[in-house]
């Protein structure tokens, strides 16, 4: 198998592709933590430039890459598939103390039925390995043929034994309908990170607005834990969007936390309400805006399905929000089972 070399400009940095594999799967295979977020072509957060090189999109033009930016040399790292030697320009995320990227095995020590399609999974590590992590991050659970599904980890770093992971069902989902159906199935895992640029910054003190949609609570969990159970002063305001209320599978834990918190607001938004509900309605986005008239001077996590990403950011700059503390996570279909979503959908028209 001939594999295609891959080097990041200014950098000293290497690694090559399989054939048929994205450049950021190859560059996350080596170690290297390069931005991205919905792994799908939706969200644009793993935009590069293409320096030298040519690349192919087997699955078309990606949405989250313009006309205008194509022209421009940019590619979607996490659809691009090198056809011959490249040379990119795309910035790795690293800090000082940040841990690098690991594999470890896992054991599936239980699981918790949250709601009726969500599960929550909690990992045992070997107690020999460390694994450090920020809160926000997520990991990838390795299947066969190097294929990964991904799942931001609810956990706080400081209490992250078990690992806790909240895994949604996919009808027809190749990893989560087993799992759902017998978790003892899937007892030995493999499991890659700590990835992604999603973490809470400790480097501002300005009130949070944090926004999920759905299993998107996951990374707020563990950043709000980090919050709480480090005594860190915060101002957080959640607000969280479902459907209906039995999806709302944290509600209780949340509303608690929301009458010990001083500085902590609680806000479920369900976009399909029964008529029993008294609580808020519609778009979880739009909730903001409903509270906020101005955005300026706020720290704004967002995480859920790229639609929700989408909206928020844009409407939430135009609230004055500072795009450079406005974080985003977006969560969306592994490339292998959108690629089935697709054909599925293509034989059903």
Known sequence: ?????????????????????????????????????????????????????????????????????????LILLCQARATEELLIDAVEITAPGRATIRRLPARIERTDLLAHDVLALFLRLP?????????????????????????????????????????????????????????????????????????????????????????????????????????????????WGVRGERDLYAHAELAAWARRQRKFRYRPVLSEAGSGWSGRRGWVHQSVLDDFDSLAGHDIYVSGPPAMIDAGLREFQGRGADPQRLFFDSFDYAPDALERHRRTAATRD
């Open 127 to 239: 107690a020999a390995e460390p694994f450090e992590f920020e809160p926000g991050q997520y990991l990838d659970v390795m299947l066969s043929g190097g294929r990964r599904r991904s799942f931001s980890i609810a956990s706080p770093p400081h209490q992250c034994r078990p690992l806790e992971l909240h895994v949604r069902r996919v009808v027809g989902g190749e990893w989560t309908e087993p799992l759902f159906a017998d978790p003892a199935r899937n007892t030995l895992l493999a499991i890659e990170g700590p990835l992604g640029g999603f973490v809470y910054r400790g480097d501002s003190d300005a009130p949070m607005v944090l926004v999920g949609g759905g299993t998107g609570l996951a990374p707020l969990k563990s950043i709000l834990r980090h919050v709480f159970e480090n005594d860190l002063d915060r101002e957080m305001t959640l607000y």
């Open 1 to 73: 198998m001939i594999r295609v070399r891959i080097s990041v400009a200014n950098s000293d940095r290497t690694f090559s592709a399989a054939p048929g594999q994205s450049v950021l799967d190859a560059a996350l295979q080596a170690g290297m933590n390069l931005p991205h977020s919905c792994k799908g072509g939706n969200c644009g957060a793993c935009r590069g430039r293409l320096l030298r090189g040519t690349v192919e999109y087997p699955h078309g033009p990606p949405l989250g890459l313009s006309p205008a930016e194509v022209g421009e040399g």
